[in-house]
């Protein structure tokens, strides 16, 4: 994995050009796809009620709090103690336990560029206990893929850089998905490829013009399949491939970069797949903190911009990103392209030029920004349609070259405690309990009687 150095280009100083690591996915074990489908179709037997139960828990402790903090939530939720006692009878006597789960909209990068990160399987523990159910790696490791197995996590999966160009070779693309697709399907829900990740950041012109075959060949690979309608093929870009992105209504893709980008427009038209920005406010501050206002950039109360074109008041720097591509896609002609934020995020440490990266700043933008994603907001331009972003990172990641902010994006550190407060209370379970806890409690009760005692108890502390 490597974070080479770039040099911007000349940018409008509203919203500079941000610097991203360059995130590689890293190899896996071979095996036959058959024989893989064997092994995590008995996995996904063996972890499907553990999950189950582990989202029971989760239930309860929402009640819990729920009861703790306002009475007349729960009573409202609940409407009458007969109302409870049918809803009990349902969640008793139907076939599988009813998944009450209040899952939040945000997704997470999970990256591994790390020697201290916990386990796949108690990560998957900390995200089921957080209700996080969407998650994108940057390659397709398979022990991450196998530790959600029948955990109902959408998944994003990487291909990295380096392997693109291999890619645009169809039977390639096909072994591919057999390998690290097609053995974990139905079981993990991986919904989404990346095929690369901030191509047109570098200079390399070669890899630039191999990243569209390469979507069409794992596309392709995907239609022989018959997956194309379960899982969509896109790539990760940054901001920098627009060439003028102020006012939001303005914005323009780079007219070097037409001949790559039309053609990539049209692809997701046609496939309906996402186009994918990674989009950092933190980077506009950091370059110029006496003209970029920090409220504006965090999401704090603040006068906003006005766009001059459409008379639209941005309070946030990140809406006003995301309306600029939005311009950009439509001034090529397309409006039917769904645009989505695949990174975005704040350092809590960095260097000593590193403006702005603290532990209050990152709490106040990520806490802000979960917030806002919490009310289902749409921007400016698209107010009906709701912000969808993911998050960086999960953990701050030690090994990541670069500056020391690039190591230091994480909500949690590897001991699963948060970095700084955004509410967000999750459990990493221990080491020596991880492997055993959820089949333990799964032998203990029978399924529907374990829901029905788990359920009572929950009502119980919130009625009180």
Not at 134 to 159: C, H, P
Not at 233 to 259: C, E, I, K, W
Request: net charge neutral; proline share 7%.
């Amino acid at each position: 994995d490597t974070c080479r150095s770039r040099i911007p280009r000349p940018h409008k100083p509203h919203l500079p050009v941000p610097t991203r690591c360059l995130l590689s996915g890293r190899g896996h074990g071979e095996g036959g796809a058959a024989q893989q489908r064997l092994v995590i179709a008995a996995a996904a037997a063996r972890r499907s009620w553990s999950w189950q139960n582990d989202r029971v828990f989760g239930f309860v402790q929402h009640i819990r709090i729920q009861g703790n903090n306002s009475k007349s939530t729960a009573r409202t939720v609940m409407a009458s103690r007969s109302s409870c006692f049918l809803f009990l009878l349902v969640l008793l006597f139907s076939g599988q336990v009813i998944r009450v789960v209040l899952s939040m909209a945000v997704g997470i990068n999970y990256g591994q560029i790390a020697n201290d990160l916990p386990s796949p399987g108690r990560v998957a523990s900390l995200l089921r206990s957080l209700n996080i159910s969407r998650v994108k790696l940057y390659d397709a490791d398979q022990n991450v893929l196998s530790a959600f197995l029948n955990t109902d996590v959408e998944f994003v999966i990487g291909i990295g850089n380096e392997n693109v160009s291999a890619m645009t070779d169809p039977a390639a693309a096909l072994g591919w998905l057999e390998q690290h697709v097609l053995p974990y399907l139905p079981y993990t829900k991986i919904t989404c490829i990346a095929v690369g990740n901030e191509v047109f950041k570098g200079n390399d012109t070669t890899l630039m013009a191999d990243l569209l075959p390469a979507m069409e060949s794992v596309h392709q690979g995907l239609v022989s399949l018959s997956l194309e309608t379960k899982v969509n093929v896109t790539s990760a870009h940054s901001l920098d491939m627009l060439g003028n992105s102020y006012p939001p209504s303005a914005g323009s893709f780079r007219q070097d970069l037409a001949v790559f980008i039309q053609p990539i427009l049209n692809f997701h038209s046609v496939t309906k797949s996402p186009f994918l920005i990674n989009a950092y406010p933190y980077f506009a501050y950091k370059a110029n903190p006496s003209a970029v206002s920090l409220d504006y950039v965090l999401f704090e109360p603040n006068p906003g911009v006005v766009d001059p074109n459409t008379n639209l008041n941005y309070d946030n720097m990140l809406y006003a990103q995301i309306d600029a591509v939005y311009s950009a896609i439509r001034a090529w002609g397309h409006a039917d392209i769904e645009l989505r934020i695949s990174e975005t995020g704040w350092p809590s440490r960095g260097d000593s030029d590193e403006v702005g990266a603290t532990p209050e700043n990152a709490a106040r933008y990520n806490g802000n920004l979960l917030q806002r994603i919490g009310m289902s907001e749409g921007t400016p331009l698209k107010p009906s349609v709701p912000v969808d972003i993911y998050v960086f990172a999960l953990f701050n990641e030690d090994l990541k070259p670069g500056p020391t902010s690039e190591r230091n994006y994480g909500l949690f550190y590897p001991d699963g405690t948060p970095v700084y407060n955004v509410g967000l209370q999750g459990y990493l379970p221990p080491m020596s309990s991880s492997s055993s806890s959820s089949s333990s409690r799964s032998a203990m009760m029978m399924p529907g009687l374990r829901a029905f005692v788990f359920v009572v108890a929950a009502l119980i502390l919130a009625w009180k």
